[in-house]
């Protein structure tokens, strides 16, 4: 185990000093391109405009035959184009995988000044983020690299669950974590082939009642302990999270649900993997402005969160004071990007 004393202290000579706190922006959605093919990267500028995040995949859905043109297109997109407030990430290949040490050396000698996170896919235990901290640490010496690039784990095996805690205080260079839930799935042996979302099998039903001949069947939320579990270690270690692919592109109601219960539960965001997928993550992951508006009034009424007020017949105290500084907080990094929510907002 690192020692606090030496915590922060940069991993190679003239690698940049990590950060303290994590960069403070919107991460509404992590959207999802694949570099190989030319007429998307032609159009990453313009849809960088609409995202909080870009992401470049380079693993899992990109075709063996691919990979390296997935690589070199991507460090194209960023060597080409300057994307402002909009974040720059890149998912890797397992690290187990052929391709993961050019991934890093490569992207990092070309691009590594205009890049802000690696995700790295199916961490299992803090060993795979310190590897990962160390060798990125010796690229960004070696290639004078100015800012700490962050590193992303992705939940996707029982042992990564089991390990979330640890690989969140693995490294100052932790980002935050996202749920694979295809991926964990399989790990855990779990009877489905959906890509995220619910089940219509798993759920509650409802006692027998005399006269009735159906009994109400609930279905319930597959993900709901993981991603307790994930927001849990991640707040504890000032880290964000994030829910993963839903991959019915076609099921943008049931996508809505799966976001909102995600948003509702603390994560920052989730990944988008098509164009509407964006527009609802902005949608859910942006607070209401109705519930903007009362958190103001509740600032308002306690200006340093001490006392009680009571604001339309409803009594408000300490605790819902944090509540309201947390949708006032969240809805002032949207309003950075969102003219529109900024005005709606009041802010």
């Known amino acids: 185990m690192k020692l606090p004393v030496h915590f922060y202290k940069p991993l190679a000579i003239g690698a940049p000093p990590p950060l303290r706190e994590l960069p403070v922006r919107p991460e509404r959605m992590i959207h999802f391109f694949p570099p190989h093919i030319e007429k998307i990267r032609a159009k990453v500028p313009e849809t960088a405009r609409r995202c909080d995040v870009m992401c470049g995949n380079l693993e899992d859905a990109i075709p063996i035959e691919s990979k390296e043109a997935a690589r070199a297109g991507f460090i194209e997109v960023l060597e080409n184009n300057d994307f402002g407030d909009t974040g720059m990430w890149v998912r890797i290949n397992a690290l187990n995988s052929p391709w993961v040490l050019d991934d890093l050396s490569e992207i990092i000698k070309h691009v590594g000044n205009k890049l802000d996170v690696i995700m790295i896919p199916k961490v299992e235990g803090p060993w795979d983020i310190h590897f990962v901290d160390q060798y990125v640490a010796l690229l960004e010496a070696k290639y004078a690299i100015r800012k700490p690039i962050l590193l992303h784990a992705l939940l996707e095996t029982a042992q990564g669950v089991t390990n979330v805690e640890a690989i969140c205080g693995a490294s100052p260079r932790m980002h935050g974590l996202s749920l694979g839930p295809a991926d964990l799935a399989a790990s855990r042996g779990m009877k489905t082939t959906r890509v995220g979302g619910g089940h219509p099998g798993y759920g509650v ?91 103001k ?31 006032v907080d969240l809805a002032s990094l949207v309003a950075r990007r969102d003219p529109d929510l900024a005005a709606a907002y009041g802010l």
């Open 205 to 295: 039903l409802a006692d027998a009642q005399e006269a009735q001949e159906q009994r109400a069947f609930f279905q319930q939320d597959l993900w709901h302990y993981t991603v307790a579990r994930m927001v849990d270690a991640a707040v504890a270690h000032g880290l964000h999270s994030f829910y993963g692919p839903f991959g019915d592109l076609k099921d943008e109601a049931a996508c809505e649900a799966q976001f909102r219960n995600a948003f509702l539960m603390g994560c920052s965001g989730a990944w988008s993997l098509a164009p509407n997928q964006i527009a609802i993550a902005k949608r859910v992951f942006s607070p209401d402005v109705k519930e903007v508006l009362f958190a």
């Open 297 to 327: 009034r509740i600032l308002e009424a306690m200006p340093d969160g001490s006392g009680v007020a009571t604001i339309d017949g409803k009594m408000q105290d300490d605790a819902t004071w944090k509540q309201a500084r947390v949708i």
